[in-house]
């Protein structure tokens, strides 16, 4: 069983966090999800593919511009399972699909590393994984059978957004944020088993959450944190990170003592302990 976050509220003066080893490769991912309906991402200045200039079908080495490259993609056109909003119509639009009818794995090679990745999670099945590599070591690696059984997918994700049907499976925009030492340069999907993984308007950004431009609003409710292959979920309560301004990716240097909280809140059913120093 996946062990659960102790619930707990750090305050610092000077609080920096402990840095990865170089070799061990495994980072350390934050795992959150956007309110339930929304399909994209809340932060600014990303790079989305959304897969609707494609042709349905196979397409092989194709291009994310500026970003990187997908070796291969399985492409439909909107269903129940999938197909998130098509800004541009407000219809639901093409997506992809991964599955063993077809093919079990697409990648994402990037051109530089980077430390966001969110997509448009629909029709969940506990047999999705995710995979972030730095060449060929796994930084991480996430499944989203820790999604199941999560109180923070309430019934307001269930069912698909734009058609009310599948009632019995989640809808969800997961967003994946590196800490300063985490970064990836390519991200593997899988469908491990039977069923499909079913995903829409992959979202990209070299830095990670930054607390200079980025609104805590933006990372959406935190639901779990991956360290390498090992996954916490969180499930209640108030559930916080502090990462040093100094090191956010992306983040200019400011004073050392700066602290960012991210705090993700779903309703307090622990009491939140304090720590101070």
């Known amino acids: 069983m996946t ?20 070799h061990a490769i495994a980072g350390s991912l934050l795992v959150s999800v956007s309110d339930a309906g929304q399909t994209t991402s809340a932060l600014d200045n990303t790079n989305v593919f959304d897969f609707n200039d494609l ?9 994310m511009e500026g970003v990187g490259s997908f070796d291969q993609l399985f492409i439909s056109n909107a269903n129940v399972w999938g197909g998130a909003v098509d800004e541009s119509t407000g219809q639901a639009s093409k997506f992809s699909w991964v599955g063993n009818r077809w093919s079990n794995t697409t990648t994402l090679s990037l051109n530089s590393p980077s430390s966001y990745f969110g997509f448009w ?6 047999s999705n994984l995710l995979t972030f590599y730095s060449g060929a070591d796994v930084v991480a690696e996430y499944t989203t059978a820790s999604m199941f059984d999560n109180l923070a997918l ?15 499976e989640p809808y969800a925009f997961i967003n994946f944020f590196g800490d300063e030492n985490t970064s990836w340069d390519s991200v593997e999907l ?3 088993g039977g069923g499909g993984f079913e995903s829409d308007n992959y979202t990209t950004r070299i830095e990670s959450f930054n607390p200079l431009s980025d ?5 959406g409710t935190v639901v779990g944190e991956v360290n390498g292959t090992q996954t916490t979920t969180v499930d209640s309560g108030t559930t916080t990170w502090v990462w040093a301004q ?3 990716p992306g983040a200019p240097t400011p004073p050392l003592y700066a602290l960012m909280l991210f705090a993700a809140v779903l309703g307090m059913k622990d009491k939140i302990r304090e720590f101070k120093r």
């Open 154 to 168: 309430g019934t307001d994700y269930y069912g698909n957004p734009l058609t009310g049907g599948n009632k019995g």
């Open 190 to 192: 899988t469908t491990q």
């Open 246 to 248: 100094e090191s956010a």
């Open 3 to 22: 062990p659960k976050l102790t619930k707990t509220i750090l305050f610092a003066a000077a609080l920096t966090v402990p840095a990865l080893t170089n």
């Open 55 to 63: 042709s349905t079908g196979y397409n092989y080495d194709v291009s």
């Open 215 to 219: 609104s805590i609003a933006d990372i």
């Open 121 to 126: 999670w629909s029709a969940g099945d506990a």
